[in-house]
C-alpha cells in the first residue's frame, strides 16, 4: 500500500501545480454610470451606454464601444484608452494614460491637462475634437478628421503629423 499512497500524493502534487501555472486573465468590469476612486483591471463602457469616471485606477486597458460616452476626469491607466465608433469621449484633468490613446471611426473628443506615456491618435472621427494643454511621450497623429481638430499647447515628445502639425 505505500506505493498507493505515494501515487495519491503525487497526483495531487502534479494537479496543483498544474492549477498555479495556468495563466491569470485579468476581470473585465463594465462602467454604465459613475465609478469613484477605486482600482480595476481592464474597463469596458458597452454599446451605447455612458461611462463617468472620476480619480479611476485601471491597471490594464480600457475600450470604448460604438455610441459609448466616456467621461474621465483624473484618472490613471496602467495601459491604453481605446475608443472605436464612439459617440464622444473626454479625457481631462491631470488624467494619466501609461499607454497609448486611439480614438477612430466615432464622434467628438476633448483631451486636455492629461499625460500620455505613448502616441495619441484620431484618425477618421465625425465630431469636434480638442487637444489642449498635454504631455505626450510619443506621437500626436490625426487623419482623416473633419472637422479638423483644435488645441494648442501641447507638449509632444515625437512628431506631431498631419492635421495636428500646428497643435
Known amino acids: ?17 498544474a492549477a498555479a501555472a495556468l495563466p491569470a486573465h485579468a476581470d473585465e468590469r463594465s462602467c454604465r454610470g ?4 477605486v482600482t480595476v483591471d481592464n474597463l469596458r463602457v458597452p454599446e451605447g451606454a455612458t461611462c463617468t469616471l472620476d480619480r479611476t485606477l485601471v491597471k490594464g486597458t480600457l475600450k470604448v464601444e460604438r455610441g459609448a460616452t466616456l467621461r474621465a476626469r483624473a484618472i490613471r491607466v496602467i495601459g491604453n484608452i481605446q475608443a472605436e465608433n464612439h459617440r464622444s469621449v473626454s479625457v481631462t484633468g491631470g488624467s ?6 486611439q480614438v477612430k471611426q466615432g464622434g467628438g473628443a476633448t483631451v486636455s491637462d492629461s499625460f500620455f506615456g505613448s ?11 480638442s487637444i489642449r494643454s498635454n504631455r505626450i511621450d510619443g506621437n500626436l497623429q490625426y487623419k482623416e478628421n473633419s472637422p479638423a ?15 495636428c502639425a500646428r497643435l
Open 34 to 37: 459613475t465609478i469613484g476612486a
Open 96 to 101: 494619466r494614460v501609461d499607454g497609448s490613446l
Open 149 to 163: 481638430p483644435a488645441g494648442g499647447l501641447n507638449v509632444v515628445q515625437g512628431n506631431k503629423e498631419d492635421q
Open 119 to 129: 502616441d495619441v491618435q484620431f484618425f477618421t472621427n465625425s465630431g469636434a475634437i
Open 1 to 17: 500500500m505505500p506505493t498507493f499512497k505515494f501515487a495519491l500524493v503525487f497526483a495531487a502534487i502534479a494537479a496543483t501545480s
